[in-house]
Nanobody, 125 residues
Framework: QVQLVESGGGLVQAGGSLRLSCAAS????????MAWFRQAPGKEREFVAG????????YYADSVKGRFTISRDNARNTVYLQMNSLKPEDTAVYYC??????????????????WGQGTQVTVSS
């Protein structure tokens, strides 16, 4: 099993920045891909950013390209999401996700078998 714990959410004004962290523990060697998703009230959970561990490529939703950056610290088993130029429409609960499938498509919600509890990000206008 893998446990994922997010932190770093909060309230920020539009144009501000936040950095989310996702600490993984347990059988972390089994993780093949990791991603951030978000879910706003009344909306479906959507992909934000992700990567496969075997690759250097990173993937982003069009809505966050150029503003958000996903990164990893393998020594700390931690994934980060740096969020800049935040907008009110970025307000959501942000979830960290991990997949044990080698063929996991990073942007697909299907296949992720590990999820964190979520951290709230609120952007005020």
């Amino acid at each position: 099993q893998v446990q994922l714990v997010e932190s770093g959410g909060g309230l920020v004004q539009a144009g501000g920045s936040l950095r989310l962290s996702c600490a993984a523990s347990g059988r972390t060697f089994s993780i093949a891909a990791m991603a951030w998703f978000r879910q706003a009230p009344g909306k479906e959970r959507e992909f934000v950013a992700g990567f496969r561990r075997s690759e250097s490529n990173t993937y982003y939703a069009d809505s966050v390209k150029g503003r958000f950056t996903i990164s990893r610290d393998n020594a700390r088993n931690t994934v980060y999401l740096q969020m800049n130029s935040l907008k009110p429409e970025d307000t959501a609960v942000y979830y960290c996700a991990g997949s044990s499938y080698l063929s996991q498509a990073p942007a697909s919600r299907v296949g992720y078998d590990y999820w964190g509890q979520g951290t709230q990000v609120t952007v005020s206008s």
